[in-house]
């Protein structure tokens, strides 16, 4: 897994945080996407999760801390793999008590914050989040609507705030990464303005690089610098507050994307048919004519 590299090619792993940071990245996320014990279990690793994620940590403190900007050092916490009871065996205490593990670990390190990302399940952001309150660290969320708009296990992106409303402590940003496709998440960040307006959380958008492909034995990602470029500030134009790239993204596309949003004027706020002119058409999650984020046109 690639948390393995953090024993053996520490070096990489410092490197690649360098060249986002030289590319403008103000967060940069720590090398623990899958540092919880149930993926690590897959490695009989298990019991290395809190010295890995430490680990992970203080490689990426020490490169924002190189840095003569401030840069926030962002604990990823991936989805452990599991499904929840009733459809799994999963329980919320157990998945809470992996993810303090985890978390633990992140903050020992010289973690700013938890990244809570592309998580799919209700029960497994609050589980995560609640592991986050329980070690006294701030916690960002998002999810990953890549199932017709919604994530594998349903949520709709308008329901995302209410995802927080039992928990005491509310997370510093919500929002989506990963999915389909820049179109699509663009569409999931206009959804989800309405309800974050009311809750007053900022949202947050990473999106991948275009769509994957095959290119021999490689995958490549479809995105180029413009594109990216292009979805960030539409990005910003839609409210979003946190933006970066997800799968797919290298320092080449996080550069155009840092000038465009610092050179940008402010535009109109995007609607679904100009998303899918500039940025391309959306993946698997079809407009349809009574969205009120469509712009309309009759004739007479």
Not at 75 to 86: A, I, K, R, Y
Not at 152 to 170: H, I
Request: hydrophobic share 40%; proline share 6%.
């Amino acid at each position: 897994p690639p948390e393995f590299w953090l024993d053996s090619h520490p070096d990489r792993v410092a490197g690649l945080h360098q060249q986002f940071v030289d590319a403008g990245a103000d967060i940069i996320l720590t090398n623990t996407f899958g540092c919880n014990s149930h993926r690590l279990k897959l490695h009989n690793a298990q019991a290395r999760t809190y010295e890995l994620a430490k680990r992970a940590a203080e490689i990426a403190r020490g490169v924002a801390d190189s840095c003569s900007r401030p840069v926030v050092v962002a604990g990823s916490v991936g989805p452990t793999g599991e499904l929840f009871e009733p459809l799994g065996a999963l329980t919320h205490e157990i998945a809470v008590a992996s993810f303090e593990e985890q978390i633990r670990g992140l903050k020992d390190g010289g973690a700013d914050v938890v990244w809570i990302e592309t998580m799919s399940a209700i029960e497994e952001v609050q589980a995560a989040a609640q592991a986050a309150i329980n070690i006294s660290m701030p916690y960002t969320a998002t999810c990953s609507f890549d199932t017709a708009g919604r994530t594998m296990m349903g949520l709709k992106p308008d329901g995302m705030a209410e995802v927080f409303a039992g928990l005491a402590v509310a997370p510093v940003a919500m929002g989506a990464n990963c999915g389909v496709g820049a179109s699509d998440i663009l569409v999931t960040a206009l959804e989800m303005g309405a309800t974050a307006s009311h809750s007053h959380l900022p949202i947050i958008t990473k999106g991948n690089c275009g769509i994957p492909r095959f290119e021999g034995v490689e995958i490549k990602y479809s995105g180029t610098p413009e594109l990216m470029a292009r979805y960030a500030t539409m990005a910003v134009d839609a409210g979003v507050r946190i933006v970066g790239g997800c799968c797919g993204t290298s320092p080449e596309h996080l550069a155009a994307m840092r000038v465009a949003i610092d050179s940008r004027v402010d535009g109109p706020r995007p609607t679904i048919d100009t998303i899918i002119a500039e940025i391309g058409p959306l993946t698997n999650k079809p407009p349809t004519d009574n969205d009120p984020n469509r712009r309309k046109s009759r004739r007479g």
